[in-house]
């Protein structure tokens, strides 16, 4: 069949009035399609992602924030594999961890990652130990320390090497017939060679103490560098127990504080404030939460989690007692009032500061000759410039403080009031019982919350404020002249007291 009319083909580069085959023409537009990679329109294709071997050094060096994640992602691996014994060896060129698990079982199911195959174990066959890992992609986080990765594995069948590197997706793999031929035990040895950067053994060994302070025991220890890592504090036993569809909240809390320190199969995730108001922090474990990808957070926005806090937060409510605030933002304010006025009526009286004793005012009467005058002026001088060389020395020297007055600082709360005249003024739950300000040398003023009239100066409304200024200042003030001196006499003491009233009436 030919066609030549030249109205036929309207499309630019075709010559009007040419003969054309169509046979031809559709053998041509055949070879275009299939060079192009053209599918007929309307043709469903199937298509697949891939990646470049960059994706290794994107998932391992932006997704974890710090290079300890990598130490917690390889002690979980060996955990899951029922490792009673994981040994980190931090060299200067390389970091050794060697582990006495079960080894390397499936070559392909150890490098697939993302893949469900964890999450299908509930526990493990020998020590039936919960799964930490689901996804296997944590064991890209090594990436993080290193560019090269070598692994021997025996699993008392089969011994195996492989060698990673964080440019290439392809795994150089190698099986041993013999199992011992590749490692002596069974278990696992992954060396990390090429560091990107250098690791701390001490640092190292706080965070996995941290981080595995509720599984680490008699069946699963870690040591760094030859010692062995232990738990921060020894953990008490549980004291709650909280049920929801999902599973069960267990942990340890206590009446003090506020943060909770959440567990998610035993590892450590996060701390948080779960209720603000209520005095309620410890820790608590769970295993339903979904962690995000670099095990830092929990994904929030589903049943699980918005559960989890709801039963936490009505358990904490009904059973922990509401934050107060001891000190009241007034009464603070109030004294740093007291301080300021104090620190004026010290300096226009010039009073002695800082454990220096109040100078008696008795002496001789009448006319001083002149000659005398200059010696007595000398010697004054001389006197007080030994005065500032023992002031500077007690100031140096351990002061050493009552059993009482060492328990009164160990309960103080809040920031110091300072003072132009160098005594602080500090708040403690030092007892009812106690004096409202307790003396602490060497310039400690420290005001007893708990004293029945200190309760009164801060929530009692009947009292003016200068009536509360004037006690609070009478009662600084007897601090104060037990701290200038050992033993002031009555006369100057009262006197003293006397005189710094006054001077604060006059303000």
Not at 34 to 63: D, H, M, T
Not at 114 to 122: A, P
Not at 236 to 244: R, S
Not at 463 to 485: F, H, N, P, Q, W
Request: aromatic letters at 8%; glycine letters at 6%; one cysteine or more.
């Amino acid at each position: 069949m030919m066609i030549s009319s030249p109205n036929f083909w309207p499309k630019k580069g075709i010559k009007h009035g040419k003969s054309f085959s169509l046979t031809a023409i559709y053998v041509r537009k055949a070879i275009l399609e299939r060079r192009r990679g053209r599918r007929k329109v309307g043709e469903i294709v199937k298509k697949k992602y891939w990646f470049s071997p960059k994706i290794l050094v994107e998932l391992s060096e932006n997704l974890y924030t710090n290079y300890l994640h990598a130490f917690r992602e390889l002690c979980a691996n060996a955990y899951d594999a029922d490792a009673s014994r994981v040994d980190i060896t931090i060299l200067p060129h390389q970091i050794d961890f060697e582990d006495d698990g079960s080894g390397i079982e499936d070559v392909d199911k150890f490098l697939e990652k993302g893949s469900i195959h964890k999450q299908l174990m509930e526990l493990t066959p020998k020590f039936k130990r919960k799964i930490i890992g689901t996804k296997g992609l944590g064991d890209l986080a090594k990436y993080k320390l290193c560019r090269r990765v070598d692994v021997l594995s025996n699993n008392g069948k089969l011994g195996m090497f492989l060698s990673f590197t964080d440019d290439s997706l392809d795994v150089d793999y190698m099986p041993y017939v013999n199992p011992t031929d590749a490692l002596p035990h069974v278990g696992t040895k992954i060396t990390l060679r090429n560091l990107k950067r250098s690791a701390d053994p001490d640092e190292v060994r706080t965070y996995l103490a941290k981080t595995f302070q509720l599984l680490l025991s008699k069946e699963f220890r870690i040591f760094v560098n030859g010692q062995e890592v232990k738990p921060p504090a020894k953990l008490l036993p549980p004291n709650v127990e909280i049920d929801t569809t999902y599973g069960k909240i267990v942990g340890r809390l206590e009446k003090k504080g506020g943060l909770i320190n959440i567990f998610l199969r035993g590892v450590f995730v996060k701390g948080e404030i779960i209720e603000a108001n209520r005095l309620a922090s410890g820790y608590v474990n769970v295993d339903f939460l979904i962690p995000t990808t670099d095990r830092e957070d929990f994904v929030r926005d589903n049943e699980q989690w918005r559960e989890f806090i709801s039963k936490l937060r009505a358990h904490i409510i009904a059973n922990y007692p509401p934050r107060r605030e001891l000190v009241s933002k007034a009464f603070r304010k109030l004294l740093n009032k007291v301080a300021k006025n104090l620190t004026r009526a010290v300096a226009r009286l010039k009073l002695p500061i800082e454990g220096q004793m109040p100078s008696s005012e008795s002496g001789e009467t009448g006319e001083i000759p002149e000659k005398t005058l200059r010696k007595k002026r000398k010697e004054k001088a001389e006197d007080k410039l030994k005065k500032l060389v023992h002031i500077e020395k007690e100031k140096k020297a351990k002061v050493r403080l009552t059993r009482f007055q060492a328990k009164v600082m160990k309960k103080v709360i809040g920031r110091s009031i300072k003072t132009g005249f160098g005594l602080k003024i500090r708040m403690a739950k030092a007892g009812e019982k106690e004096r409202p300000v307790v003396p602490v040398p060497p310039n400690v003023a420290v005001v007893n919350i708990e004293n029945p009239i200190i309760e009164i100066l801060q929530e009692g409304k009947k009292y003016k404020l200068m009536e509360k200024e004037l006690l609070l200042s009478r009662l600084i003030m007897e601090a104060y002249t037990d701290l200038v001196g050992k033993n002031p006499s009555k006369k100057e003491f009262l006197k003293m007291l006397d005189s710094l009233t006054l001077e604060y009436l006059r303000e």
